[in-house]
């Protein structure tokens, strides 16, 4: 079922924000300050590309200094804007029951796009 889901996602819209967050991140590898940003931003991007039959998983080490600055600083810049984002279009899907299966993984990208450092998306077995 999850791979049936992902096909409709990509068609309707995961593969373009997907693209966008990778486009995104090459865009932020060009400095060297930006890199950690950058690689967050295709994790995320590749996230998105296939969200169905995955679940957040903490990584170890996820509640690290740097990474609790580093979480802080991409919330300020750019987290809140990628959340508010994801749930614009999940309330926007909502309105829909066809729609429900698609705002609940915008839903479950909101917490990984508030924070992304120390955090990825697995497999669920």
Known sequence: MSLIGNILWLIFG????????IIGGLGLCLTIVGIPFGIQAIKLGVATMTPFGKEIVEDSGANGTLT?????IWILLFGWEIAISHLTHAAILAITIVGLPFAKQHVKLIPMS???????LKNID
């Open 68 to 72: 609790i600055l580093f979480n802080i």
């Open 14 to 21: 995961g593969f373009l924000s997907g693209l966008g967050y």
């Open 114 to 120: 508030l924070f992304p450092f120390g955090r990825s």
